[in-house]
Nanobody, 125 residues
Framework: QVHLDESGGGLVQAGGSLRLSCTIS????????SGWFRQAPGKKREFVAA????????YYADSVKGRFTISRDGAKNTVYLQMNSLKPEDTAVYYC??????????????????WGQGTQVTVSS
């Protein structure tokens, strides 16, 4: 079955940076849309960023625009989320998601059929 594996989370000071990686394996599809979501304890899963399979089009939540960058290395089957100027409110478990079924970028978690297990990002003041 399809497996998504996130890595790169950790504890950082406010203003610091992290790069999250999501490696996709076991898939039979060659093209897919990618998304990053985050979820803090007691809160709903929140959209962060999305990208078309080619990487030509990206979309970001207003809360992270200008600070986060989503990218992809197709040859490595890996999606990245570069996070700069981190704030305490960025603290959450970050999830990578992928879909080979949708025809456009989407901010809804219900549209993605493949999910990783999540990686913890904690930003201290």
């Amino acid at each position: 079955q399809v497996h998504l594996d996130e890595s790169g989370g950790g504890l950082v000071q406010a203003g610091g940076s992290l790069r999250l990686s999501c490696t996709i394996s076991g898939h039979t599809f060659s093209r897919y849309y990618s998304g990053w979501f985050r979820q803090a304890p007691g809160k709903k899963r929140e959209f962060v960023a999305a990208m078309a399979w080619s990487g030509a089009n990206t979309y970001y939540a207003d809360s992270v625009k200008g600070r986060f960058t989503i990218s992809r290395d197709g040859a490595k089957n890996t999606v990245y989320l570069q996070m700069n100027s981190l704030k305490p409110e960025d603290t959450a478990v970050y999830y990578c998601a992928a879909s080979s079924l949708i025809g456009t970028m989407t901010t809804s978690p219900y549209d993605y059929e493949h999910w990783g297990q999540g990686t913890q990002v904690t930003v201290s003041s």
